[in-house]
């Protein structure tokens, strides 16, 4: 895991650890093009469910709800 800055967590430094491949999965419709989905991080703040680029915490967005 790795400590970056969470915009959905008030700009707080959270943790972050690597996406499943479920969550890769509802992610990729927001991913721009250009932005290769290893790249991409999990806020693991429990109530939080921010996924972002590793080096660019503004390429990012939050998963759905779980069902």
Known sequence: MVSKRCPNCGHQMQEFR??????????RPD???HVSENSL????N????????R????????LPPPE
């Open 55 to 62: 080096g660019n915490y503004q390429v990012g967005g939050t």
């Open 31 to 33: 991913v721009p093009k």
């Open 46 to 53: 429990k109530n939080c469910r921010r996924w972002q680029q």
């Open 18 to 27: 690597e996406l499943t491949e479920k969550e890769k999965e509802q992610a």
């Open 41 to 44: 991080l999990r806020c693991t």
